[in-house]
T-cell receptor, first 115, second 109 residues
């Protein structure tokens, strides 16, 4: 149990375009979802925390107008990278946590390359 | 402030034992997690400690001392596939995970 999927697993886009990444909890209801970014050889960096039905809470330094997060249901959260630039190229990972749970279950990650 | 410290890199020999240490300072404490992350992949859960003491799970064990703000991950009978980064994360009073930078473990034959 406790499976989280992400789609797409990798994406290449041109500078200036927008990319949407989906994160789904397949067999449990995720009241909270987390979006992380990880650059090569660096640790996870939390970008934002989203609770179902409410606005996401962004970490300091993360532009909320650039990284749009929607958590419309208990099984789906989306991250949209708007007007992507090459410096946005990174590994984006989501995780999900249930209501009565302490553990975060991670998706497999999405590798974004902006050319 | 909140902080997690763990060594950047460690090297060990196949078949040996290695201990990865982690110290933490958080606003409140709701447990200590260890995750394994292979290059290019997402982290996978290894262990969770909230009470003092040692939790053993096969070749991996995790220890916690709340009074010292200290944890370690012990890996026995090392295998080449154990080469990975090991992430320590403490859960604060808001149930948010505070992540360490990770320890890259290199296993040599």
């Amino acid at each position: 149990g406790a499976v989280v999927s992400q789609h797409p697993s990798w994406v290449i886009c041109k500078s200036g375009t927008s990319v949407k990444i989906e994160c789904r909890s397949l067999d449990f209801q995720a009241t909270t979802m987390f979006w992380y970014r990880q650059f090569p050889k660096q640790s996870l960096m939390l970008m934002a925390t989203s609770n179902e039905g409410s606005k996401a809470t962004y970490e300091q330094g993360v532009e909320k107008d650039k990284f749009l997060i929607n958590h419309a249901s208990l099984t789906l959260s989306t991250l949209t990278v708007t007007s992507a630039h090459p410096e946005d190229s990174s590994f984006y990972i989501c995780s999900a946590r249930g209501l009565a749970d302490y553990e975060q279950y991670f998706g497999p990650g999405t590798r974004l390359t902006v050319t | 402030g909140q902080n997690i410290d763990q060594p950047t890199e460690m090297t060990a020999t196949e078949g040996a034992i290695v201990q990865i240490n982690c110290t933490y300072q958080t606003s409140g404490f709701n447990g200590l997690f260890w995750y394994q992350q292979h290059a290019g992949e997402a982290p996978t859960f290894l262990s969770y400690n909230v009470l003092d003491g040692l939790e053993e799970k096969g070749r991996f064990s995790s220890f916690l001392s709340r009074s010292k703000g200290y944890s370690y991950l012990l890996l026995k009978e090392l295998q080449m596939k154990d080469s990975a980064s090991y992430l320590c994360a403490a859960m604060d009073s808001n149930y948010q995970l505070i992540w360490g930078a990770g320890t890259k473990l290199i296993i040599k034959p």
